[in-house]
């Protein structure tokens, strides 16, 4: 649907039925979009299916000066196995799903954002390490500061953890400087095979106490 004024607002509604992404279905999209005599866009999106529950709403304020953004969104479900194929298979069997809320406000050069995404039940293989890491209940958030990761705990599959504690300091997402800390023991980070990476193989275990510091 579409109606246009003389005054060009709009308002407009499109519906896409079981939306396939690289092979996946992600879920009906629903979007509706408005252009407000204000000049203010207003932009409600749903996504829902058997792989995801997603919604993004909010504004956007276009001008030469100074645009202005305010969006929110609400993430009650993500199954990991839904977005898998867009990591060009550095990621494979992957498991559990992600949640989370997000917004998105002020300038879209330098936004400020805030929230979080948690991992639930969540266990998945990076294609160059090929082993197995589990992720229980694992949240990032997302501060004034930067990206938090408070005590981020990662399982292998005996149940061994590597601990990441500490912050992304960023202003503007554009550039970061690290200031963590990691702790594991007896922690499996390589399980390959000859013919599964051209570098290295074998398994590899880690016990490790180290800060990482930089950009």
């Known amino acids: 649907d579409f109606m246009l004024s003389g005054t060009g607002q709009f308002k407009t509604a499109l519906t896409v039925k079981a939306l396939e992404i690289l092979g996946v279905e992600w879920g009906d999209l629903a979007l509706n979009l408005a252009h407000e005599s204000s000049g203010q866009y207003v932009v409600d999106l749903g996504l829902n299916g058997i792989n995801m529950e997603v919604g993004v709403k909010g504004t956007y304020v276009p001008d030469s000066i100074a645009s202005r953004i305010d969006m929110a969104l609400d993430i009650s479900r993500i199954n990991l196995i839904a977005i898998e194929p867009l990591s060009g298979g550095q990621i494979k069997n992957s498991t559990g799903g992600l949640t989370g809320e997000v917004t ?87 399980n390959t095979k000859e013919g599964d990476n051209e570098l290295f193989y074998g398994k590899v275990g880690i016990n490790t106490t180290a800060t990482i510091h930089g950009s």
């Open 104 to 190: 998105v406000k002020g300038s879209p050069s330098n936004p400020e954002i805030r929230g979080f995404l948690t991992f639930q039940k969540a266990s998945l293989v990076p294609s160059f390490v090929n082993s197995k890491f589990l992720l229980q209940d694992e949240r990032i958030a997302f501060t004034g500061d930067g990206v938090v990761l408070e005590n981020f705990r990662i399982l292998d599959e005996q149940n061994n953890v590597a601990t990441i504690k500490g912050i992304l300091k960023t202003s503007d997402y554009t550039a970061f400087d690290m200031d963590l800390s990691l702790t594991a023991r007896n922690f499996q980070l390589l």
